[in-house]
């Protein structure tokens, strides 16, 4: 695990101000968020303070919790929970996740022109496809795999250029064949350039991470706001004092459940707020029961249900082009829930973790699913609980197997009102923005370059959702990128630590003090006095 963080020393941003000793590591307790110790201690292998002549006198760093070298202890990401707790924490995972995995199937069948027992197929297909690629994700086979807790399931940035091929398919039959048949293309070919995209890890230092972490919460935190005004944006009372009250009722129990209660009903809280939401929410005429009575028990995702993939150049571009914009985000998902779970992402993690996405998106279409993805807000729910375990999310993993396997099984997540789900959103992908934040913490913001690539990495990341149509005269395939504050922000985080940190002399000189102010009288150009930890 100290292979990253070399690499982030090779920009000298990573370490804390200069002057400052390392507080000393603390066990983490149940009121510490497992998270914090990235921003509470520096890697193993960097100095205290970026000075090249400390390396030699440090101590050595101790040993990450769950990880002892002589206890032989498992890293808590791969131990093995008790069943009860793996399955309810599972089921959380699924109730975090479900409205993001079949609203892309939903808007893509609507536009094709599917019948509601063919949507209900498709979205059936979406689950279990999704736990499929979590399954690889999570439990990994040979190279394949990040190993984890790591969800997967059907990526929103290809509901644009999917809609674009329905659009431009003259016979609509023909337009989920095209869809599936470029899917198949593009996870192929991000399979095989994987290993080269996974290089690319040592060009994000925490200055680049908290800053893509960052911009995940926040670009999340619309999802919320949107869940809890309700379920349907042309309706007239989206945005009612009713729905809005639900959502807050929701996220007022989730706090309460976190502030005073203890172990394992304090880790599960946001599951319990969705039932006790969705419970609140019966008397209001909110709840609604149909779903389930109208599912079948049994179904099965029949391959190529709507007919043999089709090869079409100019979607297979298209969806190309997503595969890119996914894998940037994936790479940034996971280099984010490395820091969370206190285990690095290294190249070889990325690289099995980027395999998983890609074979797992190769896959889909064979039982009608679409381009599978890391869920950014299950990451916030691991922040927030604490649970790290990868078999847990594989759990979850099973649940959307079944759930595609029992339409009736899906249907009972599909009773959760929207804006309950809204309400215990604001938690979740709250917690992944402030996760962000601890990052940026040790990311050596007393650099003046430092700051200045996370303000306008920051600002370039949130244009999308401050102003929407702010590229509305790109081309659609630009757009595809452009429209992603995620993909927008992380390349222009890596590309400014490239000119600012790496480049020419920038890579061999630091970088502006901006945390000391001017004393009374003195001038621009004075020098100041050498700091004391530098002076050994």
């Known amino acids: ?158 509901v644009a250029p999917m809609l674009a091929i329905v659009d431009t398919t003259e016979d609509k039959a023909d337009a989920l064949p095209v869809i599936f048949g470029a899917i198949i293309v593009a996870g192929a070919l991000g399979f095989l350039a994987a290993p080269w995209f996974s290089k690319l890890v040592r060009f994000f230092p925490p200055v680049v991470t908290g800053t893509v972490i960052t911009l995940i919460g926040v670009s999340l935190l619309p999802v919320a706001f949107g869940w809890a005004q309700g379920p349907n944006p042309a309706a007239d009372d989206y945005g009612s004092t009713t729905y809005l009250t639900l959502a807050a009722a929701t996220l007022v129990v989730v706090l309460l459940l976190r502030r005073f209660t203890r172990g394992f009903v304090k880790q599960i809280a946001v599951l319990i707020g969705l039932v006790i939401g969705t419970l609140i929410a019966i008397p209001f005429g909110v709840t609604d029961f149909s779903p389930v009575a109208e599912a079948d028990l049994i179904g099965f995702p ?40 206190d285990k690095p992402a290294d190249e070889r993690t990325i690289a099995g973790g980027l395999r998983a996405d890609t074979l797992g998106s190769a896959i889909s279409p064979l039982f009608n699913g679409f381009m599978c993805s890391a869920f950014a807000q299950n990451i916030g729910l691991v922040a927030m609980t604490r649970i790290r375990s990868r078999f847990v999310v594989a759990a979850g993993g099973g649940f959307l197997v079944l759930m595609g396997l029992c339409p009736m099984a899906a249907s009972l997540i599909a009773v959760v009102p929207r804006p309950v789900l809204g309400g215990a959103g604001v938690v979740l992908f709250g917690s992944v923005a402030a996760s962000g934040i601890q990052t940026l913490v040790r990311a050596g913001l007393e650099k003046d370059n430092n700051v200045l690539i996370v303000a306008v990495s920051l600002a370039v990341g949130i244009i999308p959702i401050t102003a929407p149509e702010f590229y509305h005269a790109f081309p659609e395939t630009a757009k595809i990128i452009l429209d992603s504050g995620i993909s927008t922000g992380c390349v222009a985080a890596v590309l400014l630590n490239l000119v600012f940190n790496h480049l020419g002399a920038a890579a061999r000189r630091d970088s502006d003090d901006v945390t000391a102010p001017m004393e009374p009288g003195e001038e621009i150009g004075e020098t100041r006095a050498p700091n004391p930890v530098h002076a050994h």
């Open 302 to 341: 029949t391959p190529f249900h709507f007919g043999a993939p089709q090869f079409a150049v100019a979607a297979i571009i298209s969806m190309c082009v997503v595969m890119l914009v996914s894998m940037t985000e994936s790479t940034a998902d996971m280099l984010a829930l490395g820091e969370i779970v």
């Open 1 to 158: 695990m100290a292979a990253t963080p070399r690499s982030h020393n090779d920009a000298g941003n990573q370490n804390p101000a200069p002057g400052t000793a390392p507080a000393p590591p603390e066990a983490p307790t149940d009121e510490q968020p497992v998270h914090q110790h990235g921003s509470q201690k520096p890697p193993t292998g960097a100095s205290s303070a970026g000075n090249p002549h400390e390396t030699a006198v440090a101590p050595a760093a101790p040993v990450e919790s769950g990880t002892t070298a002589e206890s032989g202890a498992k890293h808590p990401v791969d131990e093995m929970l008790p069943p009860v707790r793996m399955l309810t924490s599972g089921l959380q995972h699924v109730a975090a996740m479900y409205a993001g995995v079949v609203a892309p199937p939903l808007i893509v069948g609507a536009a094709v022109g599917l019948s509601a027992t063919e949507l209900t197929f498709l979205t059936g297909a979406s689950l279990f496809t999704a736990g499929l690629a979590t399954f690889l994700q999570t439990l990994g086979v040979w190279k394949i795999g990040a190993r984890l807790p790591f969800v997967n399931g059907v990526t929103f940035a290809g």
